[in-house]
């Protein structure tokens, strides 16, 4: 658990970890070639643990350097990931391509991950089918095969970034053309589709509604570097928007943060820019009405809505945030009402009455950006807060305690979490 003194202006400088949601797909990608591939700048978060741990069940080798890791699939002998794997990790639901791809099957466990709605597969599986593949579905598993991947017109009845991931991956050694329309533009898909043109792959269009994928017979070995978790520095960006401060957040992400900034910037914060990172200037915490609606990039992110809503906990004002992604994303309010938040969901849109402050108390985490908004909360609150649960976090985070507190916070890591 996390144990966390609030009310500390936060100042100094931090560097941003590596990007989870591009290092999942990059890892799960890496099933695509006959050889090694080496991520650096991979951060040591127990979703990525879960998926490696797939891999080395699949086959693979797989060593750590630092934050460097390698992978090598010469050894992969299955295409089955039982329950014990799949069901720690949505995630895992990424290696339909690649698995496809390479040995055209994949019998895959009902993944787990994040309780934030019901996540379907539905998209993936009807994209995928146009490409050649035929599932047998059951209630505990996807099993998925095919006598040859073609490229074809495939068109998104809603922009998915797991579906959007799943369709590049499987159409990179397909036969023919594959032509994704209403394709996810998550920075993450364009880091997805560098790395694997660094393998050979022949991409083009992502960052756009239309992404082009020309099969090739075989990808080549490659190493690349994961960029910076635009979602880690968006929470640490709401920590300062709540505590007032100065701080330098270092990493390559701030230019993919435009809706956050755009907020931050209606709060009051004077924001710099810069190449190598991110300057914010938050003179006193903010206390200004804040309207929010998520949205697929380049909208609001999703991952930041349970940060925002710890922030116009202690906004003293009426605020408002509409999730349209996933139905059960305000789980996080119940904990924040235990440390005095007045919020009143309705449907797919909250309501927060801010206060002035929060009371520190005990609170529980169910799911990663959930757990990451109730330690702001305890920054923003007088007293003690206690966040049980860490694992969530730690699905995500790398080190949310050690950068907190290298910026002036009260925080601990306290036992086995
Ligand atoms: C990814 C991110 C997650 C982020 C989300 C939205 C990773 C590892 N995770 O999740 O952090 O919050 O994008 O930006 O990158 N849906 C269906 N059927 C499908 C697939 C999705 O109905 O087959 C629905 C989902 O239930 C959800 C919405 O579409 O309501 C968005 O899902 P999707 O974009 O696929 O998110 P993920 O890839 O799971």
Same mark, same amino acid.
């Given at each position: 658990?996390?144990?966390?003194?609030?009310?500390?202006?936060?100042?100094?400088?931090?560097?941003?970890? $590596?990007?989870?949601?591009?290092?999942?797909?990059?890892?799960?990608?890496?099933?695509?070639?006959?050889?090694?591939?080496?991520?650096?700048?991979?951060?040591?978060?127990?979703?990525?643990?879960?998926?490696?741990? #797939?891999?080395?069940? &699949?086959?693979?080798?797989?060593?750590?350097?630092?934050?460097?890791?390698? #992978?090598?699939?010469?050894?992969?002998?299955?295409?089955?990931? %039982?329950?014990?794997?799949?069901?720690?990790?949505?995630?895992?639901?990424?290696?339909l391509g690649p698995l496809l791809g390479r040995v055209g099957c994949a019998d895959l466990a009902w993944p787990g991950g994040c309780m934030i709605g019901a996540r379907p597969v539905d998209i993936h599986q009807m994209a995928l089918k146009q490409m050649g593949v035929r599932f047998e579905s059951s209630k505990n598993c996807i099993f998925a095969a095919c006598r040859g991947l073609y490229g074809a017109v495939v068109r998104l009845p809603f922009p998915s970034v797991g579906a959007t991931e799943n369709v590049i991956m499987a159409a990179v050694l397909a036969e023919g053309t594959t032509?994704?329309?209403?394709?996810?533009?998550?920075?993450?898909?364009?880091?997805?589709?560098?790395?694997?043109?660094?393998?050979?792959?022949?991409?083009?269009?992502?960052?756009?509604?239309?992404?082009?994928?020309?099969?090739?017979?075989?990808?080549?070995?490659?190493?690349?570097?994961?960029?910076?978790?635009?979602?880690?520095?968006?929470?640490?960006?709401?920590?300062?928007?709540?505590?007032?401060?100065?701080?330098?957040?270092?990493?390559?992400?701030?230019?993919?943060?435009?809706? %956050?900034?755009? &907020?931050?910037?209606?709060?009051?914060?004077?924001?710099?820019?810069?190449?190598?990172?991110?300057?914010?200037?938050?003179?006193?915490?903010?206390?200004? %009405?804040?309207?929010?609606?998520?949205?697929?990039?380049?909208?609001? %992110?999703?991952?930041?809505?349970?940060?925002?809503?710890?922030?116009?906990?202690?906004?003293?004002?009426?605020? !408002?945030?509409?999730?349209?992604?996933?139905?059960?994303?305000? =789980?996080?309010?119940?904990?924040?009402?235990?440390?005095?938040?007045?919020?009143? #969901?309705?449907?797919?849109? =909250?309501?927060?009455?801010?206060?002035? !402050?929060?009371?520190?108390?005990?609170?529980?985490?169910?799911?990663?950006?959930?757990?990451?908004?109730?330690?702001?909360?305890?920054?923003?609150?007088?007293?003690?807060?206690?966040?049980?649960?860490?694992?969530?976090?730690?699905?995500?985070?790398?080190?949310?305690?050690?950068?907190?507190?290298?910026? $002036?916070?009260?925080?601990?890591?306290?036992?086995?979490?």
């Amino acid at each position: 658990m996390y144990r966390i003194c609030g009310k500390k202006r936060l100042s100094g400088s931090i560097r941003v970890q $590596g990007s989870k949601n591009a290092a999942l797909p990059m890892l799960a990608a890496s099933l695509l070639c006959k050889g090694c591939v080496v991520l650096h700048n991979c951060p040591k978060i127990l979703d990525v643990y879960a998926m490696l741990s #797939i891999l080395k069940h &699949l086959g693979c080798y797989v060593k750590w350097e630092d934050n460097t890791v390698v #992978i090598c699939t010469d050894g992969l002998f299955s295409c089955k990931v %039982p329950k014990k794997y799949a069901g720690a990790m949505r995630s895992s639901v990424m290696l339909l391509g690649p698995l496809l791809g390479r040995v055209g099957c994949a019998d895959l466990a009902w993944p787990g991950g994040c309780m934030i709605g019901a996540r379907p597969v539905d998209i993936h599986q009807m994209a995928l089918k146009q490409m050649g593949v035929r599932f047998e579905s059951s209630k505990n598993c996807i099993f998925a095969a095919c006598r040859g991947l073609y490229g074809a017109v495939v068109r998104l009845p809603f922009p998915s970034v797991g579906a959007t991931e799943n369709v590049i991956m499987a159409a990179v050694l397909a036969e023919g053309t594959t032509v994704l329309k209403n394709a996810a533009r998550e920075p993450e898909i364009i880091t997805l589709c560098k790395f694997l043109r660094a393998m050979g792959a022949r991409i083009s269009g992502e960052g756009t509604e239309t992404i082009y994928i020309e099969g090739v017979k075989s990808l080549k070995e490659a190493e690349y570097a994961i960029p910076s978790d635009r979602i880690v520095m968006g929470t640490y960006l709401m920590a300062v928007l709540g505590t007032g401060g100065e701080v330098f957040l270092e990493g390559d992400c701030a230019g993919c943060l435009a809706a %956050p900034l755009l &907020l931050a910037r209606k709060t009051g914060a004077r924001i710099q820019e810069r190449k190598q990172g991110l300057k914010v200037f938050m003179e006193e915490p903010s206390h200004v %009405p804040i309207q929010a609606v998520t949205a697929p990039y380049p909208g609001f %992110p999703t991952d930041l809505q349970s940060p925002l809503l710890a922030l116009m906990a202690v906004s003293g004002h009426i605020c !408002t945030i509409k999730e349209t992604i996933f139905e059960s994303r305000f =789980a996080t309010a119940g904990e924040l009402k235990k440390m005095g938040a007045d919020i009143r #969901i309705e449907g797919q849109k =909250a309501c927060v009455y801010g206060k002035q !402050t929060l009371e520190g108390a005990d609170v529980s985490a169910s799911d990663l950006r959930g757990g990451a908004a109730l330690i702001l909360a305890g920054l923003f609150a007088e007293g003690v807060t206690t966040v049980h649960n860490a694992s969530h976090i730690r699905r995500g985070y790398e080190h949310i305690e050690t950068d907190l507190r290298m910026l $002036g916070a009260d925080i601990d890591a306290v036992g086995s979490h």
